[in-house]
């Protein structure tokens, strides 16, 4: 399926836009303007950057328990 030209540069143009507001976005939350806003901002990435630790922590051990189970029965 092709796109025509100028709808495909439309759709280039708002993803574009989109990016650059999350980038305007994530700058301003990180900037903060008091001590606790930084706290704030610090605290969120640890328990985000923990969380994926955790996730890939618990897919790893499903993957590891489906090779025992596979093991076992053959």
Not at 19 to 45: I, Q, S, W
Not at 48 to 60: D, I, M, N, P, Q
Request: glycine share 4%; charged share 35%; proline share 1%.
């Amino acid at each position: 399926m092709t796109i025509c030209p100028e709808i495909e540069s439309e759709l280039r143009r708002k993803n574009i836009m989109e990016e650059m507001d999350a980038f305007r976005l994530e700058k301003e939350a990180t900037k903060g303007k008091t001590l606790l806003d930084k706290n704030l901002a610090l605290l969120g990435n640890l328990m985000v950057s923990a969380g994926e630790k955790l996730r890939r922590r618990y897919h790893s051990s499903q993957d590891t328990s489906s090779v025992k189970l596979v093991n076992k029965v053959a």
